[in-house]
């Protein structure tokens, strides 16, 4: 299992979405409510320890909080740091075993904003630390023993307006949902379709979604041939932009590619099933393709 590496905290202001959006009637909250992108959270002020906040997340109907970018770090940090209590629990923990990282919804985790020094497992009484607090200080993750108390961050999915239809194949990666078709269509009509079912092109944005999404797709589905992503250079010629609007951060080229090649040029990403990795295409060519629940 690997370990998630250290990030240099970095805060640069946020724009938030839906931010005034009325909190969920299926998942009422009597702390601060707010959302971020499509999902929900409750911040509670009382001092629980992590077992206590975890069944109480589930009960409210959320689950302990996930952060799963840098982006939503920030967000958070906009919303609760510096004026939020001293520190909240998080879903993360390595209780199940040492040094690997989970949500405790079961998730690996794919991003940690760790404190210089953290995670230590450091405890005087010799007893390790497995589960991990958020410090509204600097929005900064340490890890600290279960049995304390603190705040605690609830999240849930329910303000998510939209559904996600697939006829394809679905399959989920820790939250993220998808559906990949085998039905051959050019790039733009790909996309559309992805849009009218509640999604758009899958966006690929670590090697962990990468590989997660090359073992469900590559030789076991048995579906041999190119699979749009929402990844395009239309816009601007040789930069490479996720049509959700995800930050790129992380790319899978094969040797040679983005080419550009042709007359017209190549402005289209797609994956390979075959070997895992990506070409840049022109975008009439009909391909399978793969949505991503927005
Ligand atoms: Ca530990
Ligand atoms: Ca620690
Ligand atoms: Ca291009
Ligand atoms: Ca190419």
Redesign the pocket.
């Known amino acids: 299992m690997k370990n998630i590496f250290p990030i240099i905290l970095l805060i640069t202001p946020l724009l938030l979405t839906n931010c005034g959006r009325k909190p969920d009637a299926e998942f009422p909250c009597p702390g601060k409510s707010f959302t971020i992108g499509t999902h929900t959270y409750c911040a509670y002020r009382e001092d629980v320890t992590w077992h206590e906040a975890k069944q109480r997340c589930g009960d409210a109907g959320g689950y302990l909080a996930v952060i799963n970018s840098m982006e939503e770090n920030e967000a958070i940090w906009e919303l609760l740091g510096g004026t939020w209590e001293h520190s909240f629990w998080t879903g993360l923990n390595?209780r199940a075993l040492?040094?690997s990282w989970q949500w405790a919804s079961g998730e690996t985790a794919r991003y940690g904003n760790w404190r210089p020094g953290q995670?230590d497992?450091y405890h005087s009484q010799g007893e390790?630390?497995?589960c991990v607090e958020w410090l509204s200080e600097d929005g900064g993750w340490n890890?600290i023993i279960c049995g304390d108390r603190r705040t605690y961050l609830c999240k849930s999915a329910h303000g998510r307006k939209k559904d996600f239809r697939c006829t394809g194949k679905l399959f989920s990666i820790g939250e993220y949902e998808y559906c990949a078709y085998r039905t051959w269509v050019d790039w733009q009509t790909a996309r559309k379709s992805c849009e009218v079912n509640g999604g758009n092109l899958a966006s690929i944005v670590s090697e962990e979604e990468n590989i997660a999404l090359f073992r469900e797709l590559g030789s076991p589905w048995g579906y041999v041939g190119n699979l749009w992503i929402g990844f395009s250079d239309e816009a601007r010629e040789g930069d490479f932009r996720w049509i959700n609007g995800e930050p790129v951060r992380f790319g899978n080229w094969c040797t040679g590619e983005p080419s550009n090649a042709g007359k017209d040029g190549e402005d289209c990403a797609h994956m390979f099933t075959t070997r895992n990795c990506w070409n840049d295409s022109d975008c009439n060519p009909k391909f399978g393709f793969i949505c991503e629940r927005d």
């Open positions: 390595d040492e040094g995670p497992n390790g630390e497995d890890d």
